[in-house]
């Protein structure tokens, strides 16, 4: 299996404009995460999903940000419109479940964002 | 919400040196996993602590869960080049419906040769 895998790994884009971050999760798991890591605040968990439904948003930190699942193999995360505060590594990752060795997270490589 | 402190935040050692993290949590958790990170790459999973006073060991790395469920620990013995990175714990909340996994902020790790 390739892992989980996102796209693009760099972005760099001007403030007001509108950025799609994308993720395909590990065939088979059942649940996707998105995570934002600055060096400020660490690693947040944004949003999951589990069979596509998203489960709790909360993380989600206001009405700019939206994240989609349509299909067990996709997901994106939009910003809209990006401001730079929202520069950040922005990951992507996906367990087979929620219980024991289940919930093992698989991380992906990561989108770079920059914004200007 | 649930914490989890992870501290110290900076670690550097010369090679050879032990090195030890450690993670508490404001609740009790059911489990708490480890993760890696090296610079510029993604977190990786390294291992998931379960039950109350658990200890487990990879090669020069120990990590222990506590008798509370509310702390752990992550040490590496005569540390090398190729430990360096972000050494991250995270935890599951018992009861309830909390279905987060809570990470720490993490402790870098540098290693001077």
């Known amino acids: 299996d390739a892992g989980v895998i996102q796209s693009p790994r760099h972005e760099v884009t001007e403030m007001g404009q509108e950025v799609t971050l994308r993720c395909k999760p590990i065939?088979?798991?059942?649940?996707l995460f998105w995570y934002r890591q600055t060096m400020m605040r660490g690693l947040e968990l944004l949003i999951y999903?589990?069979?596509?439904?998203?489960?709790?948003d909360s993380g989600m930190p206001e009405d700019r940000f939206s994240a989609k699942m349509p299909n067990a193999s996709f997901s994106t995360l939009k910003i809209q419109p990006s401001e730079p505060r929202d520069s950040a590594v922005y990951f992507c990752?996906?367990?087979?479940?929620?219980?024991?060795?289940?919930?093992?997270?698989?991380f992906g490589p990561g989108t770079r964002l920059l914004v200007l | 919400g649930q914490q989890v402190m992870q501290i110290p935040q900076y670690q550097h050692v010369q090679e050879g040196e032990d090195f030890t993290t450690y993670c508490n949590s404001s609740?009790?958790?059911?489990?708490i996993q480890w993760y890696k990170q090296r610079p510029g790459g993604h977190p990786v999973f390294l291992i998931q602590?379960?039950?109350?006073?658990e200890v487990k060991k990879q090669k020069r790395l120990t990590f222990q869960f506590g008798e509370a469920k509310k702390n752990s620990s992550l040490h590496i013995t005569a540390t090398q080049t190729t430990d360096v990175g972000t050494y991250f714990c995270?935890?599951?909340?018992?009861?309830?419906?909390?279905?987060?996994?809570?990470f720490g902020k993490g402790t870098l790790l540098t290693v001077n040769p």
């Open positions: 990752a996906s367990s087979l479940g929620l219980a024991g060795m289940r919930e093992t997270q698989y």
């Open positions: 999903f589990n069979n596509n439904v998203p489960i709790d």
């Open positions: 609740t009790t958790l059911s489990n």
């Open positions: 995270a935890g599951r909340g018992s009861g309830g419906s909390n279905y987060k996994l809570t």
């Open positions: 602590l379960v039950k109350s006073g």
């Open positions: 065939s088979g798991h059942d649940y």
